[in-house]
């Protein structure tokens, strides 16, 4: 829990949750454990990333829990301003700045260095194989590696996989990109997990 409260700290930083976006929320259902929030874009830990908009991010209960099997699983939803171009090529740069400053971030607070230079995030095109085929119009997917060093539990380099779908809506123009992210392979029961409550959150931006 003191990890969760040292998160919220560096990500509420700058903001409170934004009333505007009382919708979104509401549409993001998680079971019984799953805790999140909702920050601004850019975050106050990666000013540098160019989005902007909110994010909002939901953790599994055994996010700080290092022996769990779901550690470091969670997702993040980004409702993004009209006009942003959610091309492979900025979602790659805006995903490793992100991951870059809240690692830099959480090892300043420690008093430690890190040294973020090697960090990567690569992403590759791939097809959405959700048998309900519940999917915003538009919609493209990507599968995502990001290489980078865990600050909160284990301080040491971790593999992250991510499934990234991102769509614009065509009558608000805003871009989302919705994110399902977790260290275990992709067989792994915590995908499920987070799949179906993309399922759910898809099926009520369609009511």
């Given at each position: 829990m003191r990890?969760?409260a ?6 509420s930083?700058?903001?409170a949750?934004l009333?505007a ?12 454990g ?13 000013r ?13 209960p ?8 779901s550690?470091?699983?969670?997702f ?11 091309t492979?090529?900025?979602i ?18 420690r008093?430690?260095?890190?040294d973020?230079?090697?960090f990567?995030?690569k ?5 959405p194989v ?19 060093t865990e ?17 614009t809506?065509?009558t ?8 399902c992210?977790?260290?275990?392979d992709?067989?792994a ?5 987070m ?5 759910t ?6 009511k």
């Amino acid at each position: 829990m003191r990890r969760f409260a040292v998160l919220l700290a560096i990500l509420s930083g700058t903001s409170a949750v934004l009333a505007a976006d009382a919708e979104l929320v509401k549409n993001i259902i998680v079971p019984t454990g799953w805790k999140g929030e909702q920050i601004p874009l850019p975050p106050s830990f990666a000013r540098e990333m160019q989005f902007k908009g909110i994010e909002e991010a939901r953790f599994s209960p055994g996010m700080f829990q290092e022996k769990s099997n779901s550690f470091f699983s969670y997702f993040f939803v980004f409702k993004i301003d009209p006009g942003t171009e959610l091309t492979q090529k900025n979602i790659e740069r805006e995903l490793l700045t992100y991951y870059q400053g809240l690692s830099r971030t959480i090892f300043n607070s420690r008093k430690k260095k890190i040294d973020t230079s090697g960090f990567s995030c690569k992403l590759t095109k791939a097809t959405p194989v959700d048998p309900q085929q519940i999917y915003p119009p538009g919609l493209t997917e990507y599968s995502a590696t990001v290489q980078w060093t865990e600050p909160f539990v284990t301080q040491k380099q971790q593999s992250l996989n991510l499934i990234i779908q991102t769509w614009t809506d065509k009558t608000t123009g805003h871009g989302y990109l919705f994110a399902c992210v977790s260290p275990q392979d992709l067989k792994a029961n915590i995908w499920q997990s987070m799949r179906n409550i993309r399922t759910t959150f898809y099926r009520n931006l369609q009511k």
